[in-house]
């Protein structure tokens, strides 16, 4: 009974800017990491982000100096803010959350994914 909802894609012109926001809820004792993954047609998925529990972030080269992945653990949220948009960003944008359930460490966490949402970039 975990679910992501993503929210903020949209159409947009080359150079502006979107945040994308995925809230997890349900059954959670804690969430590891928070990803970001992106799929344009005819492409396999990529990563574009990550954020673990601490605070260090990574990026794909191809988005590094342009998007920021964030995160509120109060409320099991992350972010991601994009700026100066370009075309080739264009694709279906997906959260992903490696969850906690339980505080028993022998547990093994789970992996939920969010329902995609649509980024189109225009030149």
């Known amino acids: 009974q975990v679910q992501l909802v993503e929210s903020g894609g949209g159409l947009v012109q080359a150079g502006g800017s979107l945040r994308l926001s995925c809230a997890a809820s349900?059954?959670?004792?804690?969430?590891?990491?928070m990803d970001w993954y992106r799929q344009a047609p005819g492409k396999q998925r990529e990563l574009v982000a990550t954020?673990?529990?601490?605070?260090?972030?990574h990026y794909a080269d191809s988005v590094k100096g342009r998007f920021t992945i964030s995160r509120d653990n109060a409320k099991n949220t992350v972010y991601l803010q994009m700026n100066s948009l370009k075309p080739e960003d264009t694709a279906v944008y997906y959260c992903k959350a490696e969850i906690r359930k339980t505080a028993d460490w022998r547990a093994l966490p789970f992996v939920y994914w969010g329902q995609g949402t649509q980024v189109t970039v225009s030149s």
């Open positions: 954020v673990v529990s601490v605070g260090s972030t």
């Open positions: 349900g059954s959670i004792f804690s969430i590891n990491a």
